[in-house]
């Protein structure tokens, strides 16, 4: 017999007080969780309020039935797979077919044997783990998908993605939408001075250093390529951007990278290109904000670098 503590949540949907008395003894007895409800309506209301990892439910109930609960189930992302017995006196291939279309996975015909119970639910556990270790791969395959690998910022890729919903959300309630674009100054001289190795350490100090600079779930940064990234700043005007940008170049000449042959110093160059929806006229895309703001790098380039630049466009 299997005591040992189980790690899933069994949601047991049940009006007979007798027949859930029975299923909690023996599901309590090989180590499950389980929360009883008595109709569907409050089996929806459990699903919301805990993690629910497989749902045995009666078919014939007050409320809603189970056929309707597995449908309500269906509908709703709980953010993993649940698996949903089916338990009911009916045993005919068409009620099965239908509880099945429903929407649940698998079912079992009163009187429910013991051993039957639980090696059914043993291949249940299986199939979710499977399913939860199989969506978090891909959503580990995601984010590489968008990831630079060497900074841990976002790639290009989700640049060329989210930076034209950054303007059409800019668009849609009138608000103003930087961005910035900063190169680090003489960055080959860095690399042919002190090795690419420690090169690649510039990067991602650099790469730190603005990500701590910007507002938590409203800012992010991209590795435009090279020593190159661009900053998007939502609801953002030209003057707020340029101090955001005056703030990081200062940051960046005070920051220090060791390195074997000693500390690593560097200065940056920050171009900005700041929009505002201003009339139903007014359209703008992403390449030419980030065509305007690289006019700007090069300006500020152009003056000297270690300078900020900036335009409305």
Not at 52 to 63: K, N
Not at 215 to 220: C, E, F
């Amino acid at each position: 017999m299997d005591i040992h503590k189980k790690d899933c949540t069994i949601l047991l949907v049940e009006d007979s007080r007798t027949q859930a008395l029975k299923f909690q003894y023996i599901l309590k007895k090989h180590g499950y969780h389980v929360i009883h409800v008595q109709n569907g309506l409050e089996a929806m209301s459990a699903m919301l309020n805990n993690d629910i990892s497989i749902v045995i439910t009666d078919w014939i109930m007050p409320e809603m039935d189970g056929s309707e609960l597995c449908r309500a189930i269906r509908k709703h992302d709980f953010g993993k797979y649940v698996y949903i017995f089916l338990l009911t006196a009916r045993d005919s291939k068409n009620d099965i077919v239908e509880g099945l279309e429903a929407g649940a996975d698998d079912y079992l015909t009163k009187p429910v044997d013991d051993n039957e119970l639980i090696a059914r639910l043993s291949s249940a556990e299986r199939i979710v783990q499977l399913e939860s270790s199989l969506k978090k791969r891909n959503r580990e395959i995601a984010l590489l998908s968008i990831t630079d690998p060497l900074t841990q910022l976002y790639n290009r890729l989700y640049m060329n993605e989210h930076l034209p919903k950054a303007i059409k959300r800019a668009a849609r309630y009138g608000h103003p939408l930087s961005i910035i674009m900063t190169d680090i100054d003489h960055f080959k001289s860095v690399n042919d001075q002190y090795g690419h190795q420690t090169g690649d350490m510039v990067l991602k100090t650099f790469a730190k250093q603005i990500t701590r600079s910007l507002r938590t779930d409203l800012d992010w940064v991209a590795r435009f390529g090279g020593e190159e990234f661009i900053i998007v700043l939502p609801e953002t005007d030209l003057s707020g951007a340029t101090i955001v940008a005056e703030r990081l170049r200062l940051m960046t000449a005070d920051m220090m990278t060791p390195s074997e042959s000693g500390t690593v110093k560097i200065t940056a160059s920050f171009g900005v290109a700041a929009w505002h929806y201003g009339s139903s006229e007014s359209t703008v895309t992403d390449e030419d904000m980030i065509n305007a703001a690289d006019r700007c790098l090069y300006k500020a380039k152009e003056k000297g670098r270690n300078q900020t630049t900036g335009m409305i466009i």
